[in-house]
């Protein structure tokens, strides 16, 4: 079955302790991304990739971190937690992406709601 | 980079009834407009996307409208069912279309 898998689905945790939220794509898809979602304000992009080893910051980047060493996994960094961070967050990913191709269905993860105490 | 508003942010309607969700965007390149909808405690999915070469598009009960002189594309909803209840997102590409930025949702309810 074709999906995007997000672990852990909730977590509680304090300011400073470092985390790591998984994604994994089993459809072979160049582009992923990170989406926090807040109420009243949307889906907001944190982070995307457009291929292996390639990163590029979205519009609310500030206290995460991204690697993208393999093409299925793109995980999400916290290094220092802050209550600020609290949200529900959505891995997803495209076949590509990009002005000169296809802009294709973005297949979101089932979302990570993540506490910071 | 890309500004898409989206208009209202709640919208309830009698079952049966119609409805109209308009997102405004502010980059003339944008050249895709896709919409996706929440179910409650679901992940967003894609329910109909529009390209800019077409002014509408449908797909039995739904569709979309794009006015690229004046930046605005519309989903509509006809003949409501209480399925149809949930969060309602526009989209519009920036970055040179590496990016998607979302509106900030519209909440639907169909009232029985």
């Known amino acids: 079955e074709a999906q995007v898998t997000q672990n852990p689905r909730y977590l509680i945790t304090v300011t400073g302790k470092k985390l790591t939220v998984t994604c994994s794509q089993n459809m072979n898809h160049e582009y992923m991304s990170w989406y926090r979602q807040d109420p009243g304000l949307g889906l907001r992009q944190i982070y995307y990739?457009?291929?292996?080893?390639?990163?590029d910051k979205g519009d609310v980047p500030e206290g995460y971190k991204v690697s993208r060493k393999e093409k299925r996994n793109f995980p999400l960094i916290l290094e220092s937690p802050s209550p600020n961070q609290t949200s529900l967050y959505f891995c997803?990913?495209?076949?590509?992406?990009?002005?000169?191709?296809?802009?294709?269905?973005?297949?979101f993860g089932e979302g990570s709601r993540l506490t910071v105490l | 980079g890309e500004n898409v508003e989206q208009h209202p942010s709640t919208l309830s309607v009698q079952e049966g009834d119609s409805a109209v969700i308009k997102c405004t965007y502010s980059d003339s390149a944008s050249n895709y407009f896709p919409w996706y909808k929440q179910e409650l405690g679901k992940r967003p999915q894609l329910i109909i996307d529009?390209?800019?070469?077409?002014g509408e598009k449908k797909d039995q009960r739904i569709a979309v409208t794009l006015n690229k002189t004046a930046k605005h594309f519309s989903l509509h909803i006809t003949e409501t069912q209480p399925e149809d209840s949930a969060v309602y997102f526009c989209?519009?590409?920036?970055?040179?279309?590496?990016?998607?930025?979302f509106g900030s949702g519209t909440q639907l309810t169909v009232l029985p």
């Open positions: 990739s457009m291929n292996v080893e390639v990163t």
């Open positions: 989209a519009a590409p920036s970055g040179s279309a590496r990016q998607l930025t």
């Open positions: 997803a990913s495209s076949l590509r992406r990009g002005a000169q191709t296809s802009s294709g269905e973005l297949f």
């Open positions: 529009i390209r800019s070469n077409v």
